[in-house]
């Protein structure tokens, strides 16, 4: 998916449903979206669904495999292709194009069909998770099952020696 900035949620949803539609697909067939990195910040991608995220070189390396390169694109981001080569790179390897780009008035999807299931970690990276837990009166058996599982699931802990050291069965367990 790319879109303008300040693209409404509304019209990006819309030419989601209405491309879906038109190529006769479900929602439930859709395993990943993904975008441009320059587009992490955009209300109406974060706002709709989890986006999978690519660097512009990640995508320009799509390049020979998409069907309709733009070279304002290119110019303005630093690939030929922002909806068709992220639809290509998240599908991965022998991926092909079913849908090429459409295009609503500042929104533009397109969708790859992927040679086998599409399963986490995905390629490209997915925005950032910040989650404020407490843990307790310290041992593990008080420990609530969802703050384990989101210690569990984080990549970086900040917070007081103490309080991490009492929680340190999670990360090497």
């Known amino acids: 998916i790319g879109c303008e900035r300040g693209t409404s949620a509304e019209e990006v949803r819309e030419l989601i449903n209405s491309t879906l539609a038109a190529h006769n ?9 993904a975008s441009i990195d320059l587009k992490e910040d955009e209300p109406a991608l974060s706002s709709l669904f989890d986006v999978t995220y690519f660097s512009a070189e990640e995508l320009k390396a799509q ?10 694109v290119e110019e303005t981001v630093g690939t030929p292709s922002v909806a068709e080569a992220a639809a ?6 022998g991926a092909k194009l079913i849908v090429p780009k459409t295009k609503s008035k500042r929104a533009t999807i397109a969708i ?3 040679p086998e299931p599409i399963l986490p970690p995905y390629a490209g990276k997915s925005r950032g998770k910040v989650s404020v837990v407490g843990i ?13 599982f989101e ?3 984080a990549t970086d802990w ?4 103490l309080y991490l050291d009492l929680a340190a069965d999670i990360k090497t367990s």
Not at 88 to 93: F, S, V
Not at 158 to 161: A, L, Q, R, S, T
């Open 136 to 148: 307790g009166p310290g041992t593990r058996r008080l420990r609530s099952p969802q703050v384990s």
């Open 158 to 161: 900040v917070g007081y020696d």
């Open 25 to 33: 697909l479900s929602w439930q067939a859709v395993s990943i979206y």
């Open 88 to 93: 290509l790179a998240a599908a991965g390897e």
């Open 151 to 153: 210690l569990a699931m």
């Open 63 to 72: 390049s020979g495999r998409i069907a309709t390169p733009s070279d304002y």
């Open 112 to 114: 790859a069909e992927a």
